[in-house]
């Protein structure tokens, strides 16, 4: 969590990225990965993939996400975690 609080311009900075793929080149660097992270064999014994999510300085995503979004809590509260979507 070194770089938690560092603004999108001050990891540009940083990383000296550009273009179009900064992105996934500055997760890369952040990781301390030369190849694709999905390639690397940690990501694939685990069945992970990395999405990046710019957030606002309030923690509030920039753009919308495709992905569900779930009460961890609630699921684990109420012991229903193996028929939950995560899970699955």
Not at 15 to 42: A, C, H, P, Q
């Amino acid at each position: 969590m070194i770089y938690k609080g560092w603004s999108e311009k001050d990891l540009d900075t940083k990383f000296e990225e550009k273009g179009e793929w900064k992105n996934n080149i500055l997760i890369r660097k952040i990781l301390g990965l030369t190849g694709d992270v999905e390639k690397t064999k940690e990501f694939q014994k685990a069945n992970m993939n990395i999405r990046v999510t710019r957030v606002k300085s309030n923690y509030i995503p920039k753009e919308d996400s495709p992905f569900k979004t779930y009460n961890f809590m609630e699921l684990v509260v109420n012991d229903v975690w193996g028929d939950s979507h995560p899970y699955r």
